[in-house]
Structures are given as C-alpha cells and as structure tokens.
C-alpha cells in the first residue's frame, strides 16, 4: 500500500523557535508537496519540488524553507516559528507527469505558543 | 485568478439518500477538475478527475461531470452510506501558467451521514 509519512501527528512549539517537519514517501515519487490546511480557506500551496534538490515557492512561501537531499524525503523548516503558522501541514507526493497531488500524508497539526 | 467555489457546509444525510455537493469554478484557461476526500483524522485522498469538457470522473459509486457551460463539476452519489462521511474538497489546475500545473483547492464541504 502507497505511503505518506508525516513524522509527527501533534506538534507543539514556542514563538521565535526553528521548527522542522519531516515527510517520508515510499512510492519513488518525483514530486512532493507542502500544504498548509485552514478552516474556510481549503490547502493553500507553500513549497513544491519537482526533483531532488528543485524546488519551487507556491502561494505562501513566506516564514518557510524546503529541504530535498534525498528523493523519498521532503522537509519543511518555519525558520523561526510564529502564532501565525498555528495550522494543519500536509504533504503529499505525486509522480512525474501528475503534477496535481495525488498522495497526501495524515497531516501534522502544529500549535505555536 | 482562478478559483474555486464549493456549497457551504456542514450537509448532513440521512443513509441512503442521495447526495449532491455543489462545485462552480473560475478558470481563464482549460483546468483539470478534481475531487479530494478528506476522512476523519486522515490525508486528503484523489477520489475522482476529469481532464476535459463534458468528461466524467467517478469512483467508488462518486460521480461529477466537467461542465464547461456552466463552469460546474458537481459531486453526486446516489446513495450514501455512514463510512462517506468526510470534507470533500473541489480542486482545479491552472494549466500553463507556471512550470507545474498549479491546484486550487475550494474551502471544503463537511458530510456527516446518520444512520
């Protein structure tokens, strides 16, 4: 069975602090996802790579980084978190020639204090 | 810019009865249509797409028809069951505007299904 694997499900940090949230997929997908999920604004697109080492800013880049060092791995980093990206993160993986995600992750629900 | 413009939820069904989430796009081009479900405590899941005019895209007893016409892609199922509960979520492409087809995701619906 296809997998997306999000390290943590509930995440809990302080303001100012640097924040990673790892994904995991074990389909050898060449493209990866990262979403934020907000009640009444749907998933709203922060990173996407395309290739280990590409990536590409979506609609709200802004506060995050992205890692691909490897092609199974895909990271977001909140380089120093605010109560702002208090949110649901999902990830997600498709492969080459589907850009539109096709396997998401259970998300991981981060509270910043 | 495109969007996506979904029913507002929470809909709540009795079982078997038959179910209709309304879906309604702007889009300047010829976007991709899609269908997400979302179960409780889970990922988003592709339940169905259709890739051009008066396609449909169905599955597991889903069905929604890309109507350009009406710039519609409604999700219908003829008889719902307690396990469809979920947020179903309408999605298009943005085809060419970036290097990646770009999604757009509407807000979401909430089903709830009673026994």
């Known amino acids: 069975d296809v997998k997306v694997t999000q390290s943590s499900r509930y995440l809990v940090k302080r303001t100012g602090e640097k924040v990673f949230l790892e994904c995991v997929q074990d389909?050898?997908?060449?493209?990866m996802f990262w979403y934020r999920q907000d009640p009444g604004l749907g998933l709203r697109l922060i990173y996407f790579s395309y290739d280990v080492k590409m990536k590409e800013k979506g609609d709200i880049p802004e506060g995050y980084s992205v890692s691909r060092e490897k092609k199974e791995r895909f990271s977001l980093i909140l380089e120093s978190a605010s109560t702002n990206q208090t949110s649901m993160y999902l990830c997600?993986?498709?492969?080459?020639?589907?850009?539109?995600?096709?396997?998401f992750g259970d998300g991981t629900r981060l509270s910043i204090l | 810019g495109d969007s996506v413009t979904q029913m507002e939820g929470p809909v709540t069904l009795s079982e078997e009865a038959f179910l209709t989430i309304n879906c309604t796009y702007t889009?300047?081009?010829?976007?991709?249509l899609f269908w997400y479900v979302q179960y409780p405590g889970e990922g988003l899941q592709l339940l169905l797409k259709a890739t051009k005019a008066d396609d449909k895209g169905s599955n597991k007893g889903f069905e929604a028809t890309y109507r350009k016409e009406t710039t519609s892609f409604h999700l219908e199922k003829g008889s719902v069951q307690v396990s469809d509960s979920a947020v179903y979520f309408c999605a298009l492409t943005e085809n060419g505007r970036t290097s990646y087809d770009k999604v757009i995701f509407g807000p979401g619906t909430s089903l709830s299904v009673i026994p």
């Open positions: 889009a300047t081009g010829y976007p991709s």
């Open positions: 389909m050898d997908h060449e493209n």
């Open positions: 997600a993986s498709s492969p080459a020639g589907a850009v539109q995600p096709q396997h």
